[in-house]
């Protein structure tokens, strides 16, 4: 598994390459110390990086700060010398919280509940992180998100639909709990795959598979019914009935 360190003191950034490798599953790719060498490196990268470790504390600034210029389908392990921005890291892709000074332990209980996260791993070969600019068209098969302390992993087959509420995007898997996740609509739009999620209207994102029934609604609008409970009617907007129809009718 691919590993990127953003670290900008280069003993502390060396000595946690060599701690994060003692572990055979885990390579270290990459080692960056500022923000804006970061958010370049990810922005053709992204995709090939598997769990980064990140300074809170940079000499350019917050590393935050990359969160705002990228949308980040990573999972993060921060570590700093500061425990007050544990909160903000959870918001921000992470999964655990290790303070300065570290000790090897630490990080490999980290690396072992980002595996728990990610369950087993059908490789043991870790390929070395092809920088070129090739890609091919993906999507996301899980995102991360956090309940109280705990961080869970929900699987894309499980969500039926994505909601903005008070300016949150929340999931709503098929069970009918409920998660926040901290990023724009546009960015889960981006990687869901278009055959079985359609954005019904600016707040809402659907599984093709959570649709039930429709009927007529206001407005030339249409009504949609649900396979899960939803608080609020779930309607079509006008100008997307037409391509609606088209998309849930296809195979």
Known sequence: MNILIVEDEHYTAQLLKEVIEQDTDFLVVKMLASIEETVHFLRKNGSKIDLIFLDIELADGHSFEIFKHIDLAVP?????????????????????????????????????????????????????????????????????????????????KDIALFSIEYETVFVYTNDGKKYPLYKKMDYFESVCNPKYFYRINRQMLVHKKAITSFEPFSNRKILLNLR???STKVIVSRLKVGTFKKWLGKN
């Open 76 to 156: 993060v392990i921060f570590c700093t010398a500061y425990d007050e921005f544990a909160l903000k890291a959870i918001k921000n892709n992470g999964i655990d919280y290790i303070l300065k000074p570290f000790k090897d332990k630490t990080i490999h209980q980290a690396l072992a509940k980002y595996k728990k996260l990610i369950g087993t791993i059908e490789n043991k070969i870790v390929h070395q992180l092809d920088l070129s600019n090739k890609r091919s068209t993906s999507y996301q098969d899980r995102f991360l998100t956090q309940h109280r302390e705990k961080s869970i992993v929900i699987e894309i």
């Open 228 to 230: 899960i409970p939803f």
